[in-house]
């Protein structure tokens, strides 16, 4: 409906009601988590669905525990600590359907292996019990009279919908902000991005805020913040998993799935949720297509024999892609030592077939009308009534703007794009064919994860988007900035089983992910431990260190004292970083200078902590006799 309709002060009166609203959303984890706590010591911090039903069955917790347990998490770490903002709306019915399915497993019935299981979903997902955004203050006050078909599935396996993630507005970015709950933060360091737009799920289930979370993937939101959170995302073949009741970007590219931080949690949690849904005609394509469960995939030998295409125009190159490229490039070696066999693709160059087929720009306006003509709690009718009163972040104004300049889709230049998408896919899988392989292999995204404020380049999401097939991202390591890195792969329609088998082999023999320091366990806090420290000093030159690490801040406590020089010797006391078949390398940071004797505290960043942890971090005092170093400390992680 035209806004020109409104008098002035009905208008006020829903921009009041929008305020009151996000206020609510903002407070609301605070309110309810404070509805009690939880005296169970259990540790719910990386523990897998395997792990939670372990402890359900065995009587040493009830759902109701976990989702206090929970709770206590998001309050820590999401609303206090490094303040990540990730969840932005906590269910007030939780703990009521916690007691039910508690009540159920008393009673023998247990639904499956979700059953009392602690889910979040992105606020894109229609919720009955809760406010459904999009992160845009225009649908603040959106509740909407039934659940997404994913979000009903979930239910139905007996999972408990804890809440709501935060997202890049409307789904229209990957760095996640939003102009109703603001900027989620990456909980491997608060001071970078979390990939989006699904980085408010992304950050959740890195730091443990509950088993699983929700997402949709338009152009790789899914699998950016599964690359940047080190967890497992999957973005699967158009027509697997049933789009209705998911605020639209584009119904021909979004899909919804999990991320997961396990590939058998990613895997329990699809068979809960893809299938046919007579809602949605996408789905048909699905019958026959789904196995009974994908978890009988779980193999660790599948790369064993496995042949892979190395897609080379999507490796990257040049100084800022080249540190994941080196993580995947090791990844590809772990690969090739579990028995796969690798194939380089040069030709033909997929990137260059993939520009001009994106129809996200030719489909927002008339998919988010549709759907807020199909939601009576709405407080706008339509994309144009919504950028006339303002009700959205500047960040997205440019393609907000853009896509009303679209009248129609009935243009040459949409079925254009259709048909190259249909080229894209027909030629993807003909390089398979002809190489006859199992699945394609490059970055999810080109560069770790950029400071606030920054845009994020280096995706490799259109692939997989534009010619609709399948693709996951499982943790491949860490880059030399201490941020993870996800490698992709690609495979052929409905080969979710296979992604998954090869996957978790992967997994299974290289075991790259870690939790983030940050948001460490409430149970049992990391206790400080002394580093290593190899003292090498020059004639006549000796010296006394401690090193003593925080592991939960990254807080070194330092004493550094030199003794044969005098302070006036001293040039300046470095942490330098060891390059590869030196025992020298560059200076990272200065701790002092003129002084013979030190002591003080540092953060180290993820880029630090990286060398640290490899054994490559020293120590060097330089002085005016020995500019090289009059004494060096070698730096180690106990036991390493």
Known sequence: MSQKLFPSWVCFLRLLLVVICSSFLLTSVACVGSSGVSEVTFDVTEKSIRDLNSALESGLVTSQDLVHLYYERIESFDRRGPVLNSVITLNSKA?????????????????????????LVKDNYDTFDMPTTAGTLGLATSIPPDDAFQVRRLREAGAVILGKTNMHELARGITTVSSLTGQTRNPYDPSRNPGGSSGGTGAAIGASFAAVGMGSDTC??????????????????????????????????????????????????????????PEDPTTQLSRGNVPDSYTEYLDSDSLKGARLGIVMSLMGSGRPEQPVRDVIEAAIQEMVEQGAEIIEIEEPDLTELLQGASVIGQEFKFDFDSYLKQTPGAAVGSLREMISLGLYHEIIDSGLHASLDYESRDTDDYRDRLEKRSQVRTTTVGVMDEHQLDALVYPTIRQTARPIGQSQPGSSCALSAISGLPAISVPAGFAVDGMPVGVELLGRPFAESQLISLAFAFEQNTFHREPPDFTPSLVTLPSPVDLEATVIAATDVSGRVSFTLDPSTRRVDYSVAVYGILDSDVLVIDLHRRLDNSENGPSMRRLGGKRARLSGQLILTGRELHFLREGSLYLDVHTQDNLPGALKVNLSMPGS
């Open 95 to 119: 703990l009521s359907d916690a007691a039910r399915l508690d009540e159920e497993r008393l009673n023998g019935d247990v639904r499956g292996p979700l059953h009392g299981i602690p889910v």
């Open 220 to 277: 790789g939101s899914i699998r950016i913040p599964s690359s940047h959170q080190a967890l497992v995302g999957l973005r699967g073949t158009r027509g697997l998993a049933s789009g209705d009741g998911i605020i639209p970007l584009s119904t021909t590219q979004d899909i919804g799935g999990p991320l997961a931080r396990s590939v058998e949690d990613l895997a329990i949690t699809l068979d809960a949720t893809v299938g046919y849904d």
